[in-house]
């Protein structure tokens, strides 16, 4: 089993920054890949960026060179950095976790991010 807890939610300006966190706990060595998505109000969950379990990035083009997705293995967590945040950035954003051989997912309780002046 693997559990993962976010944070880092909040209210910003546009223009301004968040870092995302996601811990993971449990099975960690069953994880095969992390990544975020993002689901806005009266809109599909997407997907934002992910990161490989050999450190292979992914970043949707709505957010590339704006957010970051790393990983820190000693601490067994996954950041999204994210920077000039826009309105249409508004959203809850999960964690997501692909475990084991099937490639289960497992997901996180979500955070809010709401981006307005």
């Known amino acids: 089993q693997v559990q993962l807890v976010e944070s880092g939610g909040g209210l910003v300006q546009p223009g301004g920054s968040l870092r995302l966190s996601c811990a993971a706990s449990g099975n960690i060595f069953s994880i095969n890949a992390m990544g975020w998505y993002r689901q806005a109000p009266g809109k599909q969950r997407e997907l934002v960026a992910s990161?490989?379990?050999?450190?292979?990035?992914y970043h949707a083009n709505s957010v590339k060179g704006r957010f970051t997705i790393s990983r820190d293995n000693a601490k067994n967590t996954v950041y999204l950095q994210m920077t000039n945040l826009k309105p249409e950035d508004t959203a809850v954003y999960y964690c997501?976790?692909?475990?084991?051989?099937?490639?289960?997912?497992?997901w996180g309780q979500g955070t809010q991010v709401t981006v307005s002046p």
């Open positions: 990161i490989s379990s050999g450190g292979s990035t």
């Open positions: 997501n976790a692909r475990v084991g051989r099937y490639e289960n997912d497992v």
